[in-house]
């Protein structure tokens, strides 16, 4: 025996099981293009980028701890370090160390970066709403919460 099997027997799949399995897995594959799709056509952003944006927007004086924003957007550090990167090459983020800790980096929304996700959150808002919520009704919404609360993964390395 492995040392990953349990000492129980392998369970297959019920139908029930199979049917909960199949659908988050389409869930998880399909929809982040269903969402990135518009973003990238009308604003030439990733979903991961728009996050990123998006979280940074949101924040105290528009900055992050990188740890922080990778675990926000629900990344590892090495790629949100990637995406930073990329956006302070267009000119929308900046990084600087943290005064208050100079061991950590701070990634900074500049103001072109805020004015693009401003352009870009109606977009992703519309796909949203089309392609997730608009089907749901209040209830299958709270499951879905209570549901992605139950199996959320953290990124290992968000530190």
């Known amino acids: ?8 027997e ?3 799949l019920d139908e029930q099981e199979k049917a909960a399995w ?10 982040p293009g269903k969402l990135e799709s518009p973003l ?18 949101e924040a105290p004086q528009r900055k992050l701890r990188m740890g922080e924003l990778a675990f926000l957007a629900s990344g590892s550090l090495s790629r949100l370090s990637n995406v930073v990167k990329r956006c302070e090459q267009r000119g929308w983020i900046v990084r600087t160390p943290d005064p208050a ?3 950590y980096t701070l990634a ?7 004015d693009l996700v ?5 977009t992703h808002l519309r796909s949203v709403r089309r392609t997730v919520l608009d089907a749901l009704n209040s209830t299958d919404q709270k499951a879905l919460a209570r549901i992605a609360e139950k ?4 990124p290992a390395d968000f530190g």
């Open 101 to 103: 800790d100079g061991r």
């Open 1 to 8: 025996m492995s040392e990953h099997q349990d000492d129980d």
């Open 10 to 12: 392998l369970r297959w």
């Open 40 to 57: 990238r056509q009308e604003h030439g952003l990733t979903l991961f980028e728009y996050l990123v944006l998006s979280h940074l927007s």
């Open 151 to 154: 199996l959320h993964i953290v």
């Open 108 to 114: 900074e929304l500049t103001a072109p970066g805020f």
């Open 118 to 122: 401003q352009q870009a959150a109606p």
């Open 22 to 31: 199949t659908g988050l897995i389409s869930l998880v594959l399909l929809l």
